[in-house]
């Protein structure tokens, strides 16, 4: 048994094919099968069971124990394969969301330049289901990113760094410019603008429009939260957003959602317990373990 036997079997048992999983690893199917092979010879059990080539496959008790296992244990090898591969780097990437970095970034950096650090500091700006993506795969060091409801996994340090509420926003000539609350409803009718069906907004719009009973009229999909913020206010539509994405803009008026339909988003900082920081790196990611935002 070894490393590599373990991957050929793991990506088996995910693929549920012999073919997929041989095209995936770039290696030929008798090599998948030689590793099955001799697993089930290590461990006195078939750990696979298939019928025939083409009825699916499917994992004895000791197959589903090896399966779970070794996904921890290679998870566990390639941290500790990318610790001591960079164990002279300065840098520490950090994958934020859009609204996450625009919020949060510049307190980090202050807080990094004060402690002489700051060129330390490699951000990444995505969104928030990519953020956590680059956290799970190692591409990245810490995520700070949103959810629509608290996450939490024991393989990952994370806590809560703020909840924010989920508004309507609306130009200031639009016929709603004096409402303060809303049922999802009433919301039918509109033109929305909105960002791409990726990010948690949109996802958020689309809960709001089974609140309704409706499906929202997207008339543009916009490609920054500046941009979707900057036709709301030239009144081409509405739009959901967190609230904390436009506290200091006085452009666009805010409506509540009714109280049993609110929404909230979640912001999160997580880092991987199997990341160990360097001799380098330590400093940094002290500061962002005990990060809090200043209250303003």
């Given amino acids: 048994m070894n490393e590599r036997d373990l991957i050929y079997f793991c990506k088996l ?13 770039d290696v030929t199917q008798p090599t998948i099968s030689s ?4 697993l089930a010879q290590h461990y006195q059990d078939p750990l696979i069971i298939q019928k025939n080539k083409k009825s699916k496959i499917t994992l004895t008790s000791a197959g589903q124990m090896l399966y779970d296992k070794s996904k921890k244990l290679l998870s566990e090898i390639a941290s500790l394969d990318h610790d001591v591969r960079h164990a002279n780097d300065r840098k520490i ?13 510049p307190e980090i950096i202050e807080k990094f330049y004060n402690a002489g650090i700051s060129d330390m500091l490699d951000p990444k ?24 409801v608290p996450f939490n996994d024991p393989n990952y340090f994370i ?3 703020d909840k924010t509420e989920l508004v309507i926003i609306t130009g200031l000539k639009h016929p709603w410019a004096d409402k303060t609350e809303i049922k999802a409803r009433e919301l039918r009718n509109e033109k929305f603008i909105a960002r791409k069906s990726t990010y948690l907004t949109r996802e958020s719009l689309n809960r709001i429009g089974e609140f309704g009973d409706f499906t ?3 008339i543009y999909t916009a490609q920054t939260m500046q941009l979707l913020i900057d036709l709301v206010e030239r009144n081409m539509g509405i739009a959901l957003v967190m609230e904390s994405s436009i506290k200091h803009n006085d452009l666009v ?13 979640y912001m999160q900082i997580a880092m991987r317990k199997s990341f160990m920081p360097n001799k380098h790196q330590a400093k940094g990611i002290e500061i962002l373990r005990n990060f809090h935002r200043r209250k303003h």
Avoid: C
């Fill in 13 to 25: 048992v995910e693929l549920e094919s012999y073919t997929s999983a041989a095209k995936e690893l």
């Fill in 35 to 38: 590793a099955v092979r001799k």
């Fill in 93 to 105: 990437r950090i994958s934020f969301s859009g609204v996450a970095g625009s919020i949060y970034m």
């Fill in 125 to 148: 700006f995505e969104r928030s289901t990519a953020a956590f993506s680059d956290l799970e795969r190692g591409d990245s060091d810490i995520a700070i990113y949103s959810w629509i």
């Fill in 159 to 161: 806590r809560t760094l």
């Fill in 216 to 218: 929202p009229n997207i």
């Fill in 253 to 265: 008026h805010v409506i509540h959602l009714d109280a049993e339909q609110k929404l909230w988003a």
